[in-house]
């Protein structure tokens, strides 16, 4: 059984700053890529940002310059942080991670979801 935990989610006026996390546990082989995603009420989920296992890193263009994603493959742990937030990043936030239980086994995991609120 593998899980992922997510914490680091709350309230912040704009401009401030935010840091997420999400830990992977079980019975894990090895992490491939890990990232985040968000779905805000009565949106589609979008891509945040995303780091694989070699560190590269891709982001969205809405949060390009604000938000660094980086990782800690010893805890098997990725970080979301997040500065000059803006009302519209407002959302639920969601780890993932391709994650192989066994040399041939790999699938898809999420995290519960963090609320992000970022008031005006």
């Known amino acids: 059984q593998v899980q992922l935990v997510e914490s680091g989610g709350g309230l912040v006026q704009a401009g401030g700053s935010l840091r997420l996390s999400c830990a992977a546990s079980?019975?894990?082989?090895?992490?491939?890529?890990m990232g985040w995603y968000r779905q805000a009420p009565g949106k589609q989920r979008e891509l945040v940002a995303t780091?694989?296992?070699?560190?590269?890193?891709n982001y969205a263009d809405s949060v390009k310059g604000r938000f660094t994603i980086s990782r800690d493959n010893g805890r098997n742990t990725v970080y979301l942080q997040m500065n000059s937030l803006k009302p519209e990043d407002t959302a639920v936030y969601y780890c993932?991670?391709?994650?192989?239980?066994?040399?041939?086994?790999?699938?898809?995991?999420w995290g519960q979801g963090t609320q992000v609120t970022v008031s005006s």
């Open positions: 079980g019975r894990i082989f090895s992490v491939n890529a």
């Open positions: 780091i694989s296992s070699g560190g590269s890193t």
């Open positions: 993932y991670s391709r994650i192989f239980v066994g040399l041939l086994t790999g699938d898809d995991y």
